[in-house]
């Protein structure tokens, strides 16, 4: 844990939530520290000068001092050049900040996912209709995993062979693409070539678009070891009306 004082550091809040009657407990995904938590002291008062900054996908520079588990802010100023999020932008953007809060181990600094993250955020900005291009969310969750030490093995498969476009695999989880002639009926079975996109990050294909979606998300479901994220829960609830 960052230990004394820190001063002008940039981050991004991912998460609030109450602590006590006129606190918060501010979850903060730091470019130096990483994911760390942070007491704002009096945030929830109406005159508070942190009350209104403390908003999501916002960029900020912070300080805090102290030691132990949960630190105090002191300090927090808004960067500016970050436009709202809005619909469905607004939406996955809550995806993402889920994501880093329940995959990203507390004090572990990633400065590339930080980057990655802040450009994330920037493009979905870019939509300005809310629609979002989920080829910008299957690149962030891959970058994610790269940097979480869980890169995918698309182009080899088991075998040590190159994967063919036109072959099908199956994916296990940590040994990557097992070519397949025919697959049984709870098999999810991916085309050779929606490996290759997705290791290229080219997402033209529909048949791409779709298998590495489901590719992305069992992996996600793997690693975020059965917890269930609530966008994902909203979604589907917002797809059953």
Same mark, same amino acid.
């Given at each position: ?5 820190? #001063? ?14 006129? &606190? ?20 929830? /008062? ?9 908003? *999501? ?6 300080? =805090? ?5 949960? $630190? ?5 100023? =808004? ?7 809005? *619909?469905?932008? $607004? ?5 993402? +900040?889920? !994501?880093? $809060?329940? !995959? ?8 590339? !996912?930080?980057? /990655?993250?802040? @450009?994330?955020?920037?493009? $979905?900005?870019?939509?300005? #209709? ?6 910008? %969310? ?13 890169? %995918?093995?698309?182009?080899? #498969? ?7 476009? @036109? ?13 397949? @002639? ?8 991916? &085309?050779?070539? &929606? ?6 990050? +080219? ?34 609830? !917002?797809?059953?009306?």
């Amino acid at each position: 844990m960052p230990r004394g004082k820190i #001063d002008a550091q940039p981050a991004y809040v991912l998460h609030t939530y109450p602590f006590r009657e006129t &606190s918060l407990i501010v979850e903060a995904f730091t470019r130096d520290y990483g994911r760390i938590a942070l007491l704002a002291r009096g945030a929830r /008062r109406p005159r508070s000068a942190m009350r209104g900054l403390l908003m *999501g996908f916002q960029p900020l520079e912070i300080g =805090w001092a102290g030691k132990g588990e949960v $630190l105090t802010l002191m300090k927090i100023d =808004w960067q500016g050049g970050q436009a709202l999020l809005v *619909g469905h932008a $607004l939406f996955c953007g809550y995806y993402l +900040n889920e !994501l880093l $809060l329940h !995959l990203l181990p507390r004090e572990d600094a990633h400065q590339k !996912l930080f980057e /990655r993250y802040a @450009e994330m955020l920037q493009r $979905l900005a870019g939509y300005y #209709d809310g629609r979002v291009e989920e080829a910008d %969310l299957r690149c962030f969750e891959k970058a994610l995993l790269q940097e979480l030490g869980y890169g %995918l093995t698309l182009d080899v #498969d088991q075998a040590g062979r190159a994967v063919e476009p @036109e072959a099908q695999y199956t994916y296990e989880i940590e040994h990557g693409p097992r070519r397949v @002639e025919q697959a049984t009926q709870d098999a999810q079975v991916y &085309s050779g070539r &929606s490996l290759l996109d997705l290791a290229a990050e +080219n997402f033209s294909m529909a048949r791409s678009r779709t298998e590495s979606k489901l590719l992305m998300r069992s992996l996600m479901a793997h690693y975020l070891g059965g917890v269930e994220l609530e966008t994902r829960k909203i979604f589907r609830e !917002l797809q059953e009306l």
